[in-house]
């Protein structure tokens, strides 16, 4: 399974973007995808993160602003970031449970100026 995530960038408070991770190969079913951020010296946290169902999960830090949604049937996961703060800029990285083995994407980096 490889997973790869696209649409970080610059942007400034207040602003939004839309990340987006599909995961290739040979699948069957993927259990829960989520995002992941690490900023410079933190360690990573998780942000969101969704079951296959559609149940889902945020930080406390980004609930109200960001939304988690997937498409089963492309094996994608997005994250919708609204209303973005300075203190969102990290690295993010989606990840896929895929038969009880967490796979995880190349970062994209997302920078949210004052």
């Known amino acids: 399974v490889q997973l790869q995530a696209s649409g970080g960038g610059l942007v400034q408070a207040g602003g939004s973007l839309r990340l987006s991770c599909a995961a290739s190969g040979t699948i069957f079913s993927i259990n829960d995808m989520g995002w992941y951020r690490q900023a410079p010296g933190k360690q990573r946290e998780l942000v969101a993160a969704?079951?296959?169902?559609?149940?889902?999960k945020y930080a406390d830090s980004v609930k109200g602003r960001l939304t988690i949604s997937r498409d089963n049937f492309k094996n994608a996961v997005d994250l919708q970031m609204n209303s973005l703060k300075p203190e969102d800029t990290a690295v993010y990285y989606c990840?896929?449970?895929?038969?009880?083995?967490?796979?995880w994407g190349k970062g994209t980096q997302v920078t949210v100026s004052s």
């Open positions: 990840n896929a449970d895929y038969l009880n083995v967490l796979y």
């Open positions: 969704i079951s296959s169902g559609g149940d889902t």
